[in-house]
């Protein structure tokens, strides 16, 4: 079983930058193994995938509106991944919730590796409001 934690979310100004973070929680399973991906959501859309990371940062997959200006890394220390999504020339149409994911790496997943329906573990979100 995988906890996911986000932390980082914020207020900023147009052009600004922020950094996501998603770690394990101390009851988790690392998930060193599976994919990592961020999604977010804003009211009144549909969840949108923005980026997802291959097991060791072999391969990152962006959201065409967020390329260029995203980047996702994973970082594994002590035995624990933890997730990053720097976040840079920020725009108002980025404002939504966050969330960090985790899903099985392989077969399918290779096919739409932003598609919410190939995670099975999901954080609780952090809110990005960008005016």
């Known amino acids: 079983h995988v906890q996911l934690v986000e932390s980082g979310g914020g207020s900023v100004q147009p052009g600004g930058s922020l950094r996501l973070s998603c770690t394990p929680s101390?009851?988790?399973?690392?998930?060193?193994?599976?994919?990592l991906a961020w999604f977010r959501q804003a009211p009144g859309k549909e969840r949108e995938g923005v980026a997802a990371?291959?097991?060791?940062?072999?391969?990152?997959?962006?959201a065409d509106s967020v390329k260029d200006r995203f980047t996702i890394t994973r970082v594994t220390s002590n035995a624990n991944d933890t997730l990053y999504l720097q976040m840079d020339n920020l725009k108002p149409d980025d404002t939504a919730m966050y969330y960090c994911?985790?899903?099985?790496?392989?077969?399918?997943?290779?096919?739409?590796?932003?598609?919410?329906?190939?995670?099975?573990?999901w954080g609780q979100g952090t809110q990005v409001t960008v005016s």
């Open positions: 101390k009851y988790s399973n690392n998930p060193y193994n599976m994919a």
């Open positions: 994911a985790a899903g099985g790496y392989g077969g399918s997943w290779l096919n739409q590796p932003l598609s919410g329906t190939k995670y099975l573990y």
């Open positions: 990371i291959t097991p060791g940062n072999t391969y990152t997959y962006y």
